[in-house]
């Protein structure tokens, strides 16, 4: 007969998480596979470096970007349908932000207590330096540039992102447009 499925064995079991274990001299741990990316992938270890100035600056062009928004009705109006909570800003220090209709209404520096967020657009302080330059070179002039390099993540439920890109370029050039630049 064909077409029919035997019974699953009573040997047969969900299958599990793969563990890996990793030996060292004096001990064995064991990490999910899961994990193992996370840890091991230099992607994030680029991205994340020692605080400089150029953090420092970041950081504060970061806190200036709803101020400068407000400066820009046309840009408020491109966004007047957007709702949402999302994280923004450096690998280390991301802003919680709230927009509301197109305006930054709440921007809170990390850490926070669990507040909600449904996507991140996080890089490398080193990367929005060079996005803010008011001539970035290729490969750094744009968001999704800064992904394709593998110097940004973008991470959640990205349809809030992608349905607003525009607006989301246009907002986080604001600190291009207004001479951002790093002291020396």
């Known amino acids: 007969m064909t077409g029919l499925r035997q019974p699953a064995s009573p040997k047969r079991t969900l299958r ?3 563990d890996r274990a990793i030996d060292t001299p004096d001990r064995r741990v064991f990490r999910s ?25 970041v950081i504060r ?74 001539l970035p070179r290729p490969g750094w002039h744009d968001l999704l540039a800064l992904t394709k390099r593998e110097e940004a993540t973008l991470e959640g439920d990205l349809y809030p992102f992608m349905a607003h890109l525009q607006y989301f370029k246009d907002v986080l050039a604001l600190p291009r447009i207004h001479e951002f630049a790093v002291p020396a």
């Open 33 to 57: 596979l899961a994990n193992v990316g996370i840890a091991e992938n230099p992607c994030l270890k680029r991205m994340t470096s020692a605080p400089n100035a150029t953090d420092a600056a």
């Open 61 to 134: 062009a970061f806190a200036g970007i709803p101020a400068l928004l407000e400066q820009a009705p046309a840009l408020i109006f491109c966004g007047r349908t957007l709702d949402c909570e999302c994280l923004l800003g450096p690998i280390d220090h991301p802003f919680h932000v709230s927009i509301r209709g197109g305006r930054i209404i709440d921007l809170m520096p990390t850490p926070f207590p669990m507040r909600p967020w449904r996507f991140s657009y996080r890089a490398s302080p080193a990367a929005w330096a060079e996005y803010w330059q008011p």
């Open 16 to 18: 599990r998480p793969d």
